[in-house]
């Protein structure tokens, strides 16, 4: 051996030390959604068993590799193209990024070592039948983990949905299109402990407005190996996710989890549900504190503290992703509201107090403008009712004023279109038009029957928000002016949600 | 800190799982805190002593391995101002507690009527050592007002917490009451976070309750710290 060979050893070594380093360094997750050659195990001739539709997914959407292993071996069509039936993962001769294990529990450890020692380092697990129903599926799941640490493979699930980003053209959930719908790529990025609350708002947000919601979904089941807590930092540092949403029961790593949101939820809002909310934990210890400190206590000032915008409902979170989603920021907490309906303003300013917000002292401008256009029964003091009388034409007049008014950080829109002289459709355009100017939150509620629910349905197409209750619509504004507030006390000035 | 370590391994030593109030004070002492001055006697005649070194207005309780809960077993007196009322309190104490072991008596110079706080530690399942802050006293856990912070905390989040507190108004000089001094409470909060934190293998359960603030600072008057 030459000194020269020695010295070309001597890099190859380095590289190979270098490469290895840097995978472990970067996030789990990230190679996942890197993967340029995918394999299902377990891919089945049947399109609608989970096996079948995700080989489908694939053929159909995934730019890279796509290998299919199924025992019986032989041939499968896809998509107009042919693939071989691998039985074995062993026997396939390129290299694989990533598989995704889809057959019985029973099979999974032994397929998962095949993977090992295919030198896969990142599988998906979607089969359930593991630590979650009992001793026998538990003594699975140890099993599974010996082999883990044996050939260091990063896993996620068992139990789950696996991973969804429609740009990656990346899809394991097992359920059909038929079926599950699937929401085109945005910048809402999901991750969630329950499969089924997954499948169900991917659902659906494909229904929700235009349905360009989604950039990553990770349902992340049993939590064998990747947790939360991995997830909250890839999603931090992946560019393309501008929010992030969350749906949690427990936590594997809570420590961990709490700081990174503390650290992302200044660059991007993080958003969600911790469920299980139910007073357990608190002891009758010998000290006060040990009584106090139920788990949810701690858990919702850890959240709170981190910059964690807590939801408790479903709904809650639809109107998340419409507002985190489609508005800026407020610079305040002043609210204008306008409405026709008495009632509808009443209940709307209750909301405003309730979720810490204030309503807006209009500007001496403000207040003329509307006191010269409108008749003396107008209340044209905040909240502004322009009664069962207002026009679309009236909507614009109130509504440009305020929203243009500095003292106003956030606009609420309230119409009850059962009114005779009010044309919804003007007031939908009047509505459509100003949303475009994205100075400031804008947010509308229409309530009642047949043309409130048209009226809805229009908007929410151009991704306008739009609710169908005051409340919703003026709480919608407060979780935004919480995050505003949240920036604000750390100092960050450049908003996260600029114009989008 | 083996100063800290040695107290522990010395209560531990001595079979016990919970500190006397003075020696969790000394703890609290070696951080830096500032607590009313008080002095461990054994004898009536120290008792006296102390009571004029701290200007004639006292509180005494009594240190025993046994009295875990010293109000409800009668074995703290406060407001003692004559040294008649000293005396008696010192013989009804050896009288009462006789079959007791009895470690001393601390006397302790009178705090000034404040507002009363608690800060406690705890070590919760999924976060660890957690600290709570909130309106202290007897009825904490009637009011139940208090806000959770992962140990150890900055100052930052010490002072977040503390405008957490739902019941502001107490903080804030009501009815002519002493508006608490946010700053320092929050320096207090951050050192014990700090003592929950870095002695995580030792304390299981910690209440400084009540934490007196006054004109004067604020003054952790009861100390409790139970080890694992």
């Given at each position: ?31 996942f ?7 299902v ?48 993962i ?37 089969t ?95 939590a064998?190996d ?46 969600g ?5 139910t ?34 409902t ?47 002292k ?12 409108f ?36 606009v ?21 038009e ?12 229409l ?39 949240f ?5 960050v ?8 | ?19 006397l ?16 001055p ?31 809960h010293?109000?409800e ?48 530690s ?63 409470l ?36 009861d ?6």
């Amino acid at each position: 051996m030459t000194f020269n060979d020695i010295y070309v050893l001597k890099t190859i070594f380095l590289i190979r030390y270098l490469k290895n380093r840097m995978r472990n360094m970067s996030n789990k997750l990230k190679n996942f959604f890197d993967a340029t050659s995918f394999c299902v195990i377990g891919a089945s001739t049947n399109p609608l068993k989970p096996g079948g539709v995700v080989a489908e997914n694939f053929a159909k959407k995934f730019p890279g590799k796509l290998y299919l292993v199924n025992p019986k071996g032989g041939e499968h069509e896809l998509a107009g193209k042919k693939y071989p039936l691998y039985k074995s993962i062993l026997d396939i001769e390129g290299t694989v990024d990533v598989a995704i294990i889809i057959v019985p529990a029973k099979y999974a450890p032994k397929a998962l070592e095949e993977c090992g020692k295919k030198a896969i380092r990142e599988v998906i697990i979607t089969t359930g039948g593991f630590s979650e129903i009992g001793v026998e599926g538990q003594k699975i799941q140890e099993k599974m983990l010996e082999i883990m640490n044996e050939y260091r493979i990063n896993v996620i699930g068992p139990n789950c949905l696996g991973l969804y980003a429609p740009k990656l053209g990346y899809d394991t959930m097992f359920l059909p299109e038929s079926k599950l719908k699937r929401p085109k790529s945005g910048k809402v990025s999901i991750f969630t402990q329950s499969g089924a609350f997954g499948a169900a708002f991917i659902d659906q947000l494909y229904r929700l407005g235009s349905g360009n919601w989604v950039s990553k979904f990770i349902s992340y089941g049993n939590a064998s190996d990747i947790n939360e807590a991995d997830c909250i930092d890839y999603l931090g540092s992946d560019e393309e996710t501008k929010v992030i949403l969350v749906y949690l029961e427990d936590f594997k790593n809570g420590r961990k989890f709490i700081e990174k949101v503390r650290e992302i939820s200044l660059k991007k809002p993080i958003m969600g549900i911790k469920a299980n909310r139910t007073e357990t934990g608190a002891k009758a210890g010998a000290s006060h504190t040990a009584a106090l400190s139920s788990n949810d206590a701690v858990v919702d000032d850890l959240l709170t503290e981190a910059g964690f915008i807590r939801v408790t409902t479903w709904g809650e979170l639809e109107d998340c992703v419409l507002a985190f989603g489609t508005q800026p920021l407020p610079a305040g907490d002043r609210v204008a509201i306008v409405t026709d309906g008495g009632g509808a303003g009443v209940m709307a300013s209750d909301m405003v107090s309730d979720c810490n917000l204030k309503l807006a002292k209009f500007s001496e401008e403000t207040q003329k403008k509307l006191d010269e256009s409108f008749p003396v029964f107008y209340a044209t003091e905040n909240p502004i009712d322009i009664t069962g009388s207002a026009t679309a034409e009236d909507y614009r007049i109130a509504l440009e004023a305020v929203y243009s008014d500095p003292n106003v950080d956030s606009v609420v829109n309230l119409c009850l279109p059962c009114i005779p002289n009010l044309n919804i459709e003007e007031y939908i355009q009047i509505t459509k038009e100003l949303s475009k100017r994205k100075d400031k939150p804008f947010l509308t509620a229409l309530v009642g029957g047949n043309e409130a629910i048209w009226g809805t349905e229009k908007l929410l197409q151009e991704d306008v928000p739009c609710f169908d209750s005051p409340g919703r619509a003026v709480r919608a504004v407060g979780l935004l002016t919480q995050y505003a507030k949240f920036l604000k006390r750390y100092n960050v000035n450049e908003s996260p949600l600029k114009k989008q | 800190m083996s100063e800290v370590i040695n107290i522990f391994e010395n209560v531990k030593k001595s079979g016990r799982n919970a500190l006397l109030e003075h020696e969790a004070k000394d703890i609290l002492k070696i951080l830096g805190l500032v607590l009313p001055p008080s002095c461990l006697v054994k004898s009536e005649e120290e008792a006296v002593k102390a009571f004029h070194d701290f200007e004639g207005n006292v509180a005494m309780k009594l240190m025993s391995p046994h009295i875990l809960h010293k109000t409800e077993e009668g074995a703290v007196v406060i407001g003692l101002d004559t040294e008649e009322k000293v005396r008696g309190v010192y013989r009804d104490y050896m009288q009462r507690f006789a079959n007791k072991e009895i470690e001393g008596i601390l006397v302790e110079k009178m705090v000034k009527k404040g507002i009363e706080l608690i800060i406690g530690s705890q070590i919760d399942e999924t976060f660890g050592p957690v600290i709570l802050i909130g309106p202290g006293g007897v009825f904490v856990e009637v009011l139940r007002d208090v806000v959770f912070r992962m140990c150890p905390c900055t100052k930052e989040q010490a002072l977040s917490a503390i405008e957490e507190i739902k019941t502001q108004n107490l903080l804030n000089g009501f009815r002519g009451m002493v508006k608490v001094d946010r700053e320092k409470l929050a320096e207090q909060m951050v050192i014990l976070s700090k003592l929950a934190w870095e002695y995580r293998d030792y304390i299981a359960e910690m209440d400084i309750n009540p934490i007196i603030a006054n004109e004067q600072g604020i003054f952790p008057v009861d100390a409790r710290i139970i080890l694992k």
